[in-house]
């Protein structure tokens, strides 16, 4: 494996001079190829990340569309998010970008745009023969985690084309492995585990 031979950061905005798809490993050439920003310009502001970093990288006309698709509802979605009251959300610029593709964007989890896709959750419980308490609890829309797995797969793929890219040759090494996600766990606190044994 070669050593990492870095572009010139200061080209912001320009790809790199790879000749393969970071993706899949198709040979690419004019007309094939397309401009893939690694870090989708969906999960920002219009505008945001110019003059700024972000990996971009030649990609076939087939991958670069998948992961185009994958960052649709994946984008939305998170910025829908915040535009609901987090306080990072105070940019009114951002905050009315999240609400036009959180009306344009449709989720694939749900069918509909992303900002009639929260979720409710309604529970009953019976007050004796006579009455009924119910209570209905809403939340945001809800990531399908599969395509955010592999929208993170594809992200990875590139990063580490990056990282083994070699300038003279034009490529990086292409990942051949799987990815395999690790699933965050809810545990009780072990730092009284010790109070337990007495």
């Not at 505008?47 to 960052?71: F, H, P, T």
């Not at 609400?99 to 749900?110: E, M, P």
Request: net charge positive; proline share 6%; hydrophobic share 35%.
């Amino acid at each position: 494996m070669p050593a990492a031979s870095f572009p010139d950061p200061l080209l912001r905005g320009r790809p790199l001079r790879n000749v393969t798809c970071p993706y899949c490993g198709t040979p690419l050439d004019s007309d094939t190829r397309t401009k893939e920003h690694v870090v989708g310009r969906r999960f920002v502001p219009v505008g945001s990340l110019n003059n700024n970093w972000n990996l971009i990288l030649w990609a076939c006309l087939k991958c670069n569309g998948r992961k185009s698709d994958l960052e649709d509802d994946i984008a939305a979605i998170s910025m829908h998010f915040h535009a609901a009251g987090l306080p990072n959300m105070a940019d009114s610029r951002a905050r009315a970008e999240a609400l036009r593709r959180g009306a344009k964007s449709g989720s694939r989890k749900t069918g509909k745009a992303v900002a009639a896709s929260g979720v409710e959750l309604k529970m009953s419980a019976n007050l004796g023969a006579e009455a009924t308490l119910t209570f209905t609890f809403n939340g945001p829309p809800q990531f399908d985690d599969e395509r955010v797995y592999e929208l993170a797969r594809l992200q990875m793929m590139a990063f580490f084309y990056f990282l083994t890219y070699d300038k003279t040759k034009e490529l990086g090494h292409f990942w051949t492995g799987g990815f395999y996600p690790v699933h965050g766990t809810i545990k009780t606190d072990c730092a009284y585990s010790g109070d337990r044994d007495r």
